[in-house]
């Protein structure tokens, strides 16, 4: 099993942007494909970014245009620029990559 460390949440003010990075413990790992989720308290553990193995990606219509999900081009870092973060982006963020998923960063937004 894979261990995934996200990096990167705080408490950020209301339009303001955040950057998460996602990193495997395993060398050897790389992100040809990775994804981003979140889990606001009371509320199911939902997908907000998707990057494919043919470099597509895929957003829900509430983080569209403003989140964008890419990998560095070693491929061993998974980021996820937020920008234009309102309160109810306020959530833990989860990295995912086949099966395996991060222990969750927090993220914020509040004035």
């Known amino acids: 099993q894979v261990r995934l460390v996200e990096s990167g949440g705080g408490l950020v003010q209301p339009g303001g942007s955040l950057t998460l990075s996602c990193v495997a413990s395993?060398?050897?790992?790389?992100?040809?494909?990775g994804a981003w989720h979140r889990q606001a308290p009371g509320k199911e553990r939902e997908l907000v970014a998707f990057?494919?193995?043919?470099?597509?990606?895929h957003y829900p219509n509430s983080v569209k245009g403003r989140f964008s999900i890419s990998a560095d081009d070693a491929g061993k870092t998974l980021r996820l620029r937020m920008n234009n973060l309102q309160p109810e982006d306020t959530a833990v963020y989860f990295c995912?990559?086949?099966?395996?998923w991060g222990q969750g960063t927090q993220v914020t937004v509040s004035s």
């Open positions: 990057l494919s193995q043919i470099n597509s990606t």
């Open positions: 395993e060398n050897a790992v790389s992100f040809d494909s």
């Open positions: 995912y990559r086949q099966g395996d």
